[in-house]
């Protein structure tokens, strides 16, 4: 059976597609998670050896190194989205990119937060300004900019715009982020945050983060597709589909019956 995936391109087509994602995904990150969780404080060692040795301390990273890891990767989710909606004009990318960058900043907050608690053993400080921290603080103030680029602006399609042209300038940081902790010369690039390599990483350590990392990224399409459907609702209000699952909704339809209620409490708080 040949699938027709262009259709998924129109609102109209992916709000009940996402629908169905969205519980199917949410169970599956949270199985994930608690095993992972499970994984990383039982299965794992007491202690991490190697170059800087650490006490329990160390198993932070199951939450901090995967949070790192979809803080770039849900920018280049981002700025991707963006540069389609840029050159294709589709409704549905710049859609997504207001759904993605809500969970893009609560990861990078997630990593910054859990990397100051786990810097305070490891480096006797909470913060420094370290090229890789400092970078990971930019990243998050991109976010951020984004997204109150987007809602400073009360044209639809101008903040659009506006805002997938700052994402896609900011991804600049991507490689600046790799680079100030994979450096080529060590040497020459002074820091405290210690280099990544999954090659030197204990067996069940790497099984812990890594599965915590694939929880991470269904939680990821779970939570940008819920706010998906409730953005589709709000830019979609006034389309006769929508307007039809509405009333559908109102008489005790059974099919999309959540939306009328997500849609009533969108319009309630933009009224506000």
């Known amino acids: 059976m040949k699938i027709n995936w262009f259709k998924y391109a129109a609102p109209t087509a992916f709000y009940p597609l996402a629908g169905r994602l969205v519980p199917v995904l949410a169970v599956a990150a949270a199985a994930l998670v ?19 040795p650490q006490k329990e301390y160390y198993r932070i990273i199951f939450i901090h190194v995967p949070a790192a890891w979809m803080s770039m990767w849900l920018y280049l989710v981002l700025a991707a989205w963006s540069a389609v909606g840029l050159v294709f004009n589709t409704r549905l990318s710049f859609m997504m990119t207001n759904a993605v960058a809500p969970t893009g900043a609560i990861f990078t907050f997630l990593a910054l937060w859990t990397g100051a608690f786990w810097g305070r053993p490891s480096w006797g400080t909470y913060w420094d300004w370290d090229p890789r921290l400092t970078s990971e603080l930019i990243l998050f103030f991109l976010y951020i900019g984004f997204m109150a680029l987007h809602s400073a602006i009360d044209d639809s399609r101008r903040a659009d715009r506006a805002a997938a042209l700052l994402a896609i300038v900011g991804l600049v940081m991507l490689p600046i982020i790799y680079w100030s902790i ?74 999309n019956a959540g939306g009328g209620d997500a849609l009533d409490a969108n319009r309630r708080g933009v009224s506000a």
């Open 182 to 255: 994979n450096c080529p010369d060590p040497n020459n690039c002074a820091a405290l945050h210690q280099r990544s390599s999954l090659t030197d990483i204990e067996s069940n350590i790497l099984t812990a983060m890594l599965v915590m990392t694939l929880g991470f990224w269904l939680y990821s399409f779970a939570a940008a597709f819920a706010r998906l459907r409730n953005i589709i609702l709000l830019r979609e209000q006034d389309s006769a589909w929508v307007r039809t699952m509405v009333d559908a909704a109102g008489a005790g339809g059974p099919a």
């Open 34 to 52: 608690l095993f992972a969780l499970y994984w990383g404080f039982f299965e794992t060692p007491e202690r991490l050896g190697g170059t800087n």
